[in-house]
């Protein structure tokens, strides 16, 4: 070997790529204690990783920082996730960390959290990314195993609730090794032969091992991809997988799923039954509205019509008719009361009365003139006597004079 | 959905049941207005009328197609 002087710019920079040309130590999990813990004005944490023989800087950004659940505290013992860089103006080695869980927790787990905080710096779980559900959704795809509760589950409940559905399952392995590829390849085929309106992808409980193909990167990513909503129902509600987190909805089960992809029929049809009501109450209110105007026009049209204001002097000419009925009347009262008093007088003097109480009247029998002095007669002239029940004819046999009582025509 | 629901409406084209619906509200937002003739109402009204019993109908006689993609590894059988 001959020997060569470098400078230290070349000595760090070779430094630098053996160090971080290592894929082991760009993907490395570490576990130590956090001691000399400072949060920079800038928002990222400086701290000592250390245990009990050694140490080594490290620094977690302000971005990861955010994506922790937990801040770091001075004296966790903890599990971090990182690389190891070489920062040559200072010569160090530094740890720079994206992931920070508690000690103790399993490798499982620590590898979910760290994809979770990679997909969620990657933009993946963006809330403004999720599409809304289609409201009447014509064909609903199912990734999930054709044996499974979930695919009975779903059948059930989109029967009831909506059949006016299409509902198509594309079968898949949903758990154990070859799951991951299974749910891609179920997702795809879906897609591509039967372009559905929405994608219900899922499983029942299990361990946190049993849902791993959920947690699968290229799962995530498919799911990611869907062109259409896609609703998660993995596991049991406490059970939560990436997919629920990059799924455009989330269901506690595979039921609750298969509700929110569709509305339900019989409510749709009661519904309907209101809109009836309300088609029928505004028809007939305009039709109410119509008539009343009808009727306003016609009031006002009888208001104004010669026949009205006949009837309206006809009106007005009944007192007079009854003035004058009433005038006649007492005209007519009147006369009769005069011809009543008449009657009488003339009943007072009628000669037929005065007989009655022995008067009798006499006229000549030849003439008929009545007599009403003894000079008319002399003795044999023939009278008729006439009484209020017959006559008697006689002949005068003498006449004398009042006065004298004396017979003059002898 | 639109093949398997028999929902036309007055000019004779085919809805879907979605499609059927917004025509509805549509109808019923148009008649709450009360900007409508009375002529215009009641066509209106007829054709609301006809399109809710068609949807019923479509609802009463909807029956679920349910099937299963096959695929070449079987997967999850």
Redesign the interface.
Same mark, same amino acid.
């Given at each position: 070997m001959i020997a060569r002087i470098i400078t230290i710019d070349q000595l760090t920079s070779i430094l630098k790529v053996i160090i971080e040309d290592d894929d082991d130590l760009q993907d490395i999990w570490i576990d130590g204690e956090i001691s000399n813990l400072t949060i920079a004005r800038s928002g990222h944490a400086y701290f000592t990783l250390k245990d009990a023989t050694s140490q080594l800087s490290a620094v977690m950004w302000r971005t990861a920082l955010a994506r922790q659940q937990t801040l770091p505290r001075e004296g966790d013992r903890v599990i971090a996730h990182g690389s190891v860089t070489f920062y040559q103006p200072r010569g160090n080695l530094q740890l720079q960390l994206d992931v920070l869980q508690p000690q103790g927790t399993g490798i499982l787990q620590l590898q979910l959290e760290e994809l979770r905080q990679r997909l969620e710096a990657e933009g993946l779980f963006d809330p403004g990314r999720k599409r809304a559900l289609p409201e009447f959704p014509k064909r609903i795809g199912v990734v999930t195993s054709a044996s499974g509760a979930v695919w009975h589950d779903i059948q059930q409940v989109i029967s009831r609730r909506f059949p006016l559905a299409e509902l198509i399952l594309s079968p898949s392995l949903v758990q154990g090794d070859g799951a991951p590829e299974s749910i891609v390849q179920a997702l795809a085929c879906l897609q591509e032969t039967t372009a559905p309106d929405v994608i219900i992808i899922g499983r029942g409980g299990g361990s946190l091992e049993d849902l791993w193909a959920f947690n699968d990167e290229r799962v995530v990513r498919a799911v990611f991809a869907a062109r259409v909503p896609v609703i998660s129902a993995v596991g049991h509600e406490t059970d939560t997988t990436l997919v629920d987190f990059v799924a455009d909805m989330r269901a506690p089960t595979p039921s609750a799923a298969a509700e929110l992809a569709v509305p339900d029929l019989s409510m749709i049809a009661e519904g309907l039954e209101d809109v009836r009501f309300r088609l029928d109450t505004l028809i007939e209110r305009q039709l109410a509205e119509a008539m009343q105007l009808l009727d306003d026009m016609q009031d006002r049209l009888v208001r104004v019509s010669p026949l009205t204001r006949l009837e309206t002097l006809l009106h007005d000419l009944e007192p007079l008719e009854i003035r004058l009925q009433n005038g006649i009347r007492h005209r007519l009262q009147m006369a009769s009361q005069t011809v009543r008093a008449f009657t009488d007088v003339l009943e007072a003097l009628n000669p037929q009365s005065l007989m009655g109480r022995g008067y009798s009247f006499i006229c000549d029998d030849t003439t008929g003139m009545a007599i009403r002095s003894i000079d008319q007669v002399s003795t044999g002239t023939s009278i008729r006597a006439i009484l209020g029940d017959g006559e008697i004819g006689a002949k005068v046999s003498h006449v004398r004079h009042r006065n004298t009582l004396e017979t003059i025509h002898d | 959905?639109?093949d398997? !629901?028999a929902v036309t409406n007055d000019a004779g084209e085919k809805l879907?049941?979605?499609d059927a %619906?917004q025509q &509805?509200?549509n109808? !019923?937002t148009s008649?709450?207005d009360?900007n409508l003739t %009375?002529e215009e109402?009641?066509t209106k009204?007829q054709e609301?009328?006809k399109l809710?019993d068609q949807?019923?109908a479509? &609802?009463n006689g909807?029956? &679920?197609? &349910?099937?299963? %993609?096959m695929?070449e590894?079987?997967?999850?059988?």
């Open positions: - | 959905m639109t398997i !629901v879907s049941f979605e %619906l &509805i509200r109808i !019923v008649l709450e009360g %009375l109402s009641m009204y609301g009328s809710i949807c019923r479509t &609802i909807a029956e &679920i197609r &349910i099937s299963e %993609l695929r590894d079987e997967s999850g059988h």
